[in-house]
Structure formats: structure tokens, C-alpha cells
């Protein structure tokens, strides 16, 4: 099992910035990826980004250009760097990590932007 703890939330203006990071515990070297998810009021869950064990990245087409998604092994650190942010960004994010036997969630963190 990984544990997670997501940081970084909070309320911004349209066109602001916030970076959210996710400290991860446990079965590191056994992470595959890792991603963050968010869910807005009444809507599913979904991918925002994720990044592979090997470093690939992958975006929903709604963030690419605005948010970066990176590592950093060291601190074993996961960040989403959000730039540009709109209102449709409002959600509750969550980090994600899975390996071989495990898939396991943080316990989220609210971003709202205002317009």
C-alpha cells in the first residue's frame, strides 16, 4: 500500500495560479504511475494528469497548455503546477497512485476559482 496526503488547495481568482502536492509513504518502489484526479459537484471523477514510473506525462485536452504535472523522487513528491486557471477548474483534486496489487487514493483537496 502507498499512503497519500494532497496539499496545495484553495481559493484563486480566474487566471490565477496554485500547485498541489502529494507526499506518498509506503511501497514507493512499487508505484507504475501516478496521477491526479478531480471531481466537480455532481460530476464523475476524472483524469487530470498522470505520470509514469519511467517519467511520461498524459493530460486531459481541457488542462494541456495550463497545468504540468512532475515528480520529485527525493521527496518523494508528486506536484500539479495549475496556471490559467478558469472556473471549470473548481473541484475537489485528488492524487492518485497504483502499482501490482494496489491502488490507493489521497483524501483530496478543494480548488475553487472565482470569476
Known amino acids: 500500500q502507498v499512503q497519500l496526503v494532497e496539499s496545495g488547495g484553495g481559493l484563486v481568482q480566474a487566471g490565477g495560479s496554485l500547485r498541489l502536492s502529494c507526499a506518498a509513504s509506503?511501497?514507493?518502489?512499487?508505484?507504475?504511475?501516478m496521477g491526479w484526479y478531480r471531481q466537480a459537484p455532481g460530476k464523475q471523477r476524472e483524469l487530470v494528469a498522470e505520470?509514469?514510473?519511467?517519467?511520461?506525462?498524459n493530460y486531459v485536452d481541457s488542462v494541456k497548455g495550463r497545468f504540468t504535472i512532475s515528480r520529485d523522487n527525493a521527496k518523494n513528491t508528486m506536484y500539479l503546477q495549475m496556471n490559467s486557471l478558469k472556473p471549470e477548474d473548481t473541484a475537489v483534486y485528488y492524487c492518485?497512485?497504483?502499482?501490482?496489487?494496489?491502488?490507493?487514493w489521497g483524501q483530496g483537496t478543494q480548488v475553487t476559482v472565482s470569476s
Open positions: 509506503g511501497r514507493i518502489f512499487s508505484i507504475n504511475a
Open positions: 492518485n497512485a497504483w502499482g501490482a496489487g494496489f491502488n490507493n
Open positions: 505520470i509514469t514510473s519511467g517519467g511520461s506525462t
